[in-house]
Structure formats: C-alpha cells, structure tokens
C-alpha cells in the first residue's frame, strides 16, 4: 500500500477541459490528480475531503479523463444518499455542457418506482411489486418465444436492440401482443382508464391484458411484449437528458408514452452509458448487482461516495432475514402441491413432469414440509423460552416498545447455533437444506403448470436456508428477532412477530472481492479518517501487491477566521459516569457528571442563533431536551426515533424558527446527510462519543469477528469506536456548510482530548486535532460572547 502516493507531474490540461468549472477549489486538483494517477495504475484511492472540497467533480473529472484516455470503458458511481446521487447527475451535466461529445449518463432506481401498474395500484395489495413483475415477464417471455427468431425488430428503438445477441423470440409474435393491448385500451379509452403515470399517458388500459392460451387466459404485461418487439432495445436515448445524463425524470414518462417498459429502457441505457448513478445496493447486494453485473469488469472505474457509510450499509445488505410468517407460506407452498397433486392422476402427472425435469423426487417435497413444520414448532418454543427469560409480563400483554435479539449460539464463541444443532439432532441434514432453495423452484414451477393463483415464496425462503446451513460461524450470527406488534392471535404472536437473522459481521471479505474485479476507483467521504483504519475493514488492505492504494486527507476550505472549534474538557459522558437518565431527572440530586453536562448544555443552547445539541442517544436526548426546556428562554425542539413524515416536520419546525434549539441523537438521521447551509444552523455540539450499544450479540459478536481479523487490541476501536467518531465528525460537519457561513464546532467530553484516558482524539482528522481548541466549561460563556461580538450576532 503507497500511503503518501505522488499524483505526478502531470500538467493539468488533459483534465481542464473536462472540469465543469472555471477554476478547482484548493485542494480540487490535488483530488483529481490523485484519482488520475492511482487509476492508471489499476489502484484505488481512499479520500477523505469535507464539505468545500469538490469531492463529487472530481472523482467525475478524473473518471471522464481516464475513460478518454481509453485506460476504461465506464464508470460506476454508488452512493447511499439520494441527495448526492442527484449532485453527480447535475455536476456531470455541468461537465458535458463544456464537451462537444458528451459522457452519456444513466441514474438508476429501483423496478418498483418504475413500473406503471405498480405505481398506479393495479396489482393485487398482496402481491409486490418485484415479484410480480417477474412473474409478467415470465409469462410475457413464453408468449414471444417463437419460430420467427433472428428477424428485423417489429418496432424502432434508438438504444440497443440486441445487437450480436442470441434472438430466440419472435418480435412480430410480440408486435401482435402489443397490438390486441393496445386495441383494448382504444376500447377503453371511452371510460377513462388509460393506464398513466409519472405525468404521461400510456397506449395501454388500466386493466392489464391477457391472451387465452392452451393453460386458460393468462396476464402478461404490453409494457415488456413492446421491449421484445423493439428485439430488446429502448424507444428512449440519451437525448432525453439534460446534456445526455438521463434520469427517471425523463425516461420514465418517455418510455410510459412509448408503451415500453421503464425499468427496460433504463436497463438498455446503462448498457450504453459511460456514467452510471446508482446506490450502494446496485452493486453490493447480491440480489440487486445481476442489473449492473454486465458493465462491471476490469475496465470500469469505480466512485463510492459516503464511503465512511460502507461497512454498516454493506453489513445489512449481505444479511438474511426470513420472518416465521414466510416460513409458514413456504410450508404451505409446498403443502399445496402435495395436496392438489393427490386430487387426480392429471394433476399429480403434472406435478410430476415439473420434478422430474428438475430433478427432484416426490418425497423431496415431503421432506421439506416435514422440515418447515418442525421448524416452526422448534420456533414457537425457543421463542416462549426468550421472552419468559426477557420479558417477564409478556404473557399478560405488558410489552416494551423495543425490538429484542435472541442469538443462537454465544456471540463471543465460535460455535455451532441451537438451531442448527437442532435440525442435525432431528436427522435434517446438509444435503436437505442445501436442497431446499431447488426444492422451492420445483414447487413453485408445479403450482404455475396446476393453475394456482399464488405468490409462492419458497424458492427464496430455501435459499436464505441454504445460506444459514452454509455460511461460517465465525464471520455469521444467528440469531432469532422479535419485534413487538400487539395483535388478537393467540401466544406470542399476539405480541411480536419473529424472524431468523442471519448477520454478516465482517462485510469485508465481500467488499474486497468486489473491488478486486474492478479496474480501480475512489472511495470517498468527508470522514473517513484514520485513513489505515478504513483500509483494513473496507478490504483495500487485502488487495494484491499489484494493487496500489492511496490516501488522501484535505482540511475544511473554508475560512478559518470565520469558525470557533472546541473541545469541552468535560468529565467523559460515558454510561458508566452519567448513570441512567430515567433515574438522573431531578437537577436537585442528579450525580455531579450530569450537573457538569447541564451546565455545558445550557451555555450552549444559549448561543446566539439555531443549536443543535447531538446527545449519544435519543433517551440522553430526551434528557437534554427536558432539562433545557426549563433552563433557557428559547423554544427547543427534542428529536426521537420516529417515522419520516415526523422528522420531516421537526426538521421544517427547526429551519423555519428563530433562535432555535435542536436536541437529537449523534447517530439518528438529523445529524447525517442533512444539509443545513445559510442560516439553518449557527452552533453544533456532539456530547460524548456516540457509541453503539456495547452488550448488543450484534455488536459482540462483531468485536469478536473484528479481533480475529485485525486483532484482539484492535477490535473494539475498528468494530466501534472509529465508527462512532466519524458519527461524531458528520454531525459537527452539519455547520459552515459555505464560503461565507459562520459557525461554532464543539465536541463535548473528555476523551476528545489529547491524552484522556481513552481518547478519541488520534481519530480525528489531522487538521481537527490541529485546529480544535481545549477548554473547560467554565470557559465556554465567555468564549460563545466574544466569538458573536467579533462576527455579528446572528438574527
């Protein structure tokens, strides 16, 4: 690994004529010139640049100049944010507006935000979006398949159509499909039900139309029929975009106008595209990667944005969940067709030639139903044990609102898990569970040859087992989840619903292998020191010796007269020090480091202008927030775990007030991904570092992974405390988002100081630990006075 790196003496005309501006920010050119050289070198480059530096151009420049240079075919961007996917969209528009040919552009999302009928309602309330569309597209598929392959395409199409593809269907057998649709909505059209969405009117009905086949009248969906027509090419280019960058915005309406389908066209246009937007699940979640699986190689360059974000988002992605309410659908999947197939000797021949061709036996089937049934019965019973264990009035309906983990072995051991054990015990073995994800497939290929109008789900329920049954136990915990749902049904479904977890607790392995498949690429964030940290767990420290890796780390751009940064010497806010609020509500006796913190927040909220005050929790939060409702004169406005519609509202209630104080938690969503340029925020302080729950399984069970891999001295400050501290960063980064904006920073707590026991402070970036001043909280009035006197109190 070159962790210093030289991004050479290159000049900087090559990538001048593809920056989108007049002049780069101050430490924009080093940001493009390190991107530049690493990527010609096949390597990756880890870069940590805060708000001002011009991350997003960048990254786009350096990209545009290595594929015009011919050292790649494409780059790929993810990032988590949908703010940021909309800034790469506008900063490559601005970067092909000065281009006589342009970077053709793509932003992807997801089907169920694309498909008319979904969005519009037509499907079935119990039917997905994505599962039903699959199951359309199967059918529509079967209906074109014909004689008449390899022919010239029934209809035009600007992008694609499949150029030296294999051409197994028909396109005047799907030509036709389009026209009977079409033809009903003609019919229609008198009633009103078109079928439109997204502002634009489709040539199809509302009602989805069908053909009658030799199985009865069977749905399809015109939408695709039209994609098979154009012999899988799209009606809508580049040309629809702004400066060739297209987006759902554009595409969508277009295709829905053309009568093709949207998530099509968008699957066509990234075959074409030189930049593809998408998010993190585009490409490290294995469900959704086989969209973008045909444009990554080793000549794409790859942008991870946010990427300090990696490590949890890729965690949940790579895990499985499997409620006991899908078990029991997969049962009775099969159960369904072991029934119907004993009904007469037509169905049970049916049935049969759908096995056979698999391969799969009849008694496979009962198997695995003897299987899911024993599970459940096993469920039911480890679940009663947890909650009598946990939740002692759970019986009489006195639930906690809190989600409880039951793990299935002892997070901190490498050991076989109770359910595993169990099913070994009872004589279900490798060979059953490894066989239950083909066994579904089968199942759900009988129920369509009989007829059956279901949604089956035990294809997918048998693969999450596989994966149970597969997976180590090192890298995986098992566990059970309860989730508290107070309903009429009886035991202790009448007061949670329940799952099998299987958690990922080392994403990086996967991370690395995915990065090793590309050419090479930048990852980015405004927090992603220590940089040697975020290489190890990310697995760029894990690629080959042939593979450089980089670092970089620039200093906020903006004028350092116009911001105060602190570091409040407080006694550490820790769990231990703070005691339980629920028990510290009283000023008169609450324990002197409470007392110590009042006084810290109270000066604080009484700072000029908008505050927000990031507690390490939302119950240190509603402590803050009670405590200053009656300590200062100005309105406060307390942060919880709530829906989005309700911190939408308390983040408008806080922009649009005057003199406001915002008291939420260092890890919800107020603090991240939020921007709050202008006057929306004059003060940040984070209390204490924000720390998971320590004694979580997850949690444990991820130390202990984390010791293993990088070492037992290591584990808890990668597994956590890092994490934590970049939470901390992102939040006082929320202030002096601009040139001219003028704000206070201020961690408060001990163990941001220099040699405090236990401190963070080596964790902070270069320029932090340089610029951030101690003080203790005495300090504090007199040092907020003279900052507003110098600046100008804000209104």
Request: aromatic share 8%; hydrophobic share 35%; with cysteine.
């Amino acid at each position: 690994m070159d962790s210093a790196g030289d991004a050479g003496a290159r000049g900087d005309e090559e990538w001048r004529q593809y920056f989108g501006f007049d002049q780069p920010y101050e430490n924009q050119r080093d940001a493009i010139e390190s991107a530049i050289a690493v990527g010609e070198e096949n390597g990756y480059l880890a870069m940590e640049g805060p708000c001002g530096t011009g991350k997003t151009m960048a990254a786009l420049t350096a990209a545009a100049t290595l594929i015009r240079e011919g050292s790649y075919d494409n780059v790929v961007v993810v990032t988590p944010v949908k703010q940021q996917r909309q800034q790469f969209v506008e900063d490559l528009r601005t970067l092909n507006a000065g281009l006589e040919e342009p970077l053709p552009g793509v932003a992807l999302v997801g089907k169920r935000d694309l498909c008319p009928y979904g969005r519009e309602g037509v499907f079935p309330d119990d039917a997905g979006t994505h599962e039903r569309c699959e199951e359309l597209r199967e059918t529509t598929a079967n209906l074109v398949d014909g004689e008449n392959t390899g022919g010239k395409p029934a209809a035009e199409a600007a992008v694609g159509a499949a150029a030296g593809e294999e051409v197994w269907w028909d396109p005047e057998r799907a030509s036709d499909l389009v026209r009977e649709a079409r033809a009903d909505a003609g019919q229609q059209q008198i009633a009103g039900s078109q079928l439109a969405t997204a502002g634009a009117e489709s040539p199809y009905p509302l009602a989805q139309p069908s053909v009658e086949t030799d199985s009865g009248d069977e749905l399809y969906c015109p939408f695709e029929a039209d994609w098979y027509a154009r012999n899988r090419g799209s009606p809508v280019g580049f040309g629809v975009g702004e400066h060739s960058v297209v987006t759902a915005d554009e595409y969508l309406p277009a295709a829905t106008e053309r009568g093709t389908c949207p998530h099509r066209v968008m699957s066509v246009l990234l075959e074409g595209a030189s930049v593809v937007v998408g998010n993190y699940n585009h490409l490290f979640d294995p469900d959704s990667r086989p969209l973008l699986a045909s444009v990554l190689d080793d000549s794409t360059f790859l942008i991870v944005d946010e990427a300090h974000r990696l490590e949890e988002r890729v965690r949940e992605l790579l895990s499985d969940r499997v409620g006991t309410e899908t078990l029991k659908r997969a049962r009775n999947d099969l159960e369904t067709v072991l029934t119907r197939a004993q009904e007469t000797d037509e169905r049970r021949a049916a049935v049969r030639a759908e096995l056979q061709e698999r391969d799969v036996p009849f008694e496979a089937l009962r198997e695995a139903r003897a299987f899911y049934d024993d599970l459940l019965t096993w469920l039911d019973g480890r679940i009663e044990e947890a909650l009598d264990a946990e939740v002692a009035g759970w019986r009489t309906g006195e639930v906690p609102d809190r989600d409880l983990e039951v793990p299935l072995r002892d997070p901190e051991t490498v050991e076989r898990d109770e359910l595993t054990a169990w099913a070994e015990t009872a004589g279900y073995t490798g060979e059953l569970w490894r066989g239950l994800s083909t066994v579904g497939g089968a199942t759900e290929a009988a129920m369509e040859s009989l007829g059956l109008d279901r949604s089956p789900v035990c294809t997918a329920v048998g693969a999450v087992m596989e994966s149970w049954w597969n997976r180590d136990h090192a890298r995986n915990l098992r566990e059970l989840e309860l989730e508290p749902s107070p309903s009429r049904r009886d035991g202790w479904e009448g007061a949670y619903t329940a799952g099998l977890v299987l958690f990922e607790c080392m994403p990086g392995e996967s991370l690395r292998e995915i990065l090793d498949d590309l050419g090479g690429g930048v990852l980015m964030s405004a927090t992603l020191e220590p940089l040697e940290v975020f290489t190890e767990v990310s697995g760029l420290a894990a690629l080959g010796a042939d593979r450089t890796v980089r670092e970089r780390t620039y200093g906020l751009a903006f004028p350092e007269e116009n911001r105060a940064s602190w570091l409040v010497d407080a006694d550490p806010f820790t769990a231990h020090n703070r005691g339980d609020p629920a028990e510290n509500t009283d000023p008169e006796s609450w324990n002197r480091t409470r007392d110590e913190y009042a006084h810290a927040l109270r000066t604080l909220a009484r700072s000029p202008g908008k505050v927000m005050l990031a507690m390490p929790s939302y119950r240190e939060a509603r402590w803050a927030g009670s405590y200053l409702e009656e300590a200062v004169e100005k309105p406060v406005l307390v942060d919880t775990s709530s829906s989005f519609a309700e911190t939408e509202r308390l983040k408008s209630a806080f922009f649009d007030g005057d003199g406001t104080v915002l008291v939420t938690s260092a890890r919800g969503t107020l603090t991240e991904g939020v921007d709050y340029d202008g006057d929306k925020l004059h003060t940040c302080a984070v209390v204490g570092v924000p720390l998971v729950n320590i004694g979580a399984p997850r949690v444990r069970a991820v130390r202990r992974a984390y010791g293993d891999a990088f070492g037992e001295d290591n584990a808890f400050e990668y597994a956590l405390t890092v994490p934590a501290v970049r939470r901390a960063r992102q939040t006082i980064g929320r202030v002096i988002r601009g040139t001219d904006e003028v704000g206070i920073r201020a961690l408060v707590g001990g163990r941001y100081v220099e040699e405090a026991r236990h401190s963070v402070h080596s964790y902070l970036s270069p320029a932090e630990r340089e610029e951030f001043v101690r003080m203790t909280p005495e300090f504090l009035s007199g040092q907020l006075d003279r900052f507003w006197s110098h600046h100008g109190r804000p209104e």
